[in-house]
């Protein structure tokens, strides 16, 4: 999964940190994401897609 959203964060634009913003954490916790280290929650997932950033996700 964190493959997939890395692909997607690249392929739309923002950055580590402006992902991180959005979802009220830090560049290192969706970094760890992205690379397999953590999960993710559903309700980050929709909260990026909600924020407009990942219209694939919406």
């Not at 969706?30 to 929650?41: D, H």
């Amino acid at each position: 999964m964190g493959t997939e959203l890395r692909r997607i964060r690249e392929r739309t634009g923002p950055s580590l940190t402006e992902v991180a913003a959005m979802l009220g954490t830090d560049r290192t916790t969706i970094s760890n994401v992205e690379s397999g280290r953590f999960g993710v929650k559903p309700r980050a997932l929709l909260s990026g897609a909600k924020a407009g950033e990942f219209d694939d996700l919406a």
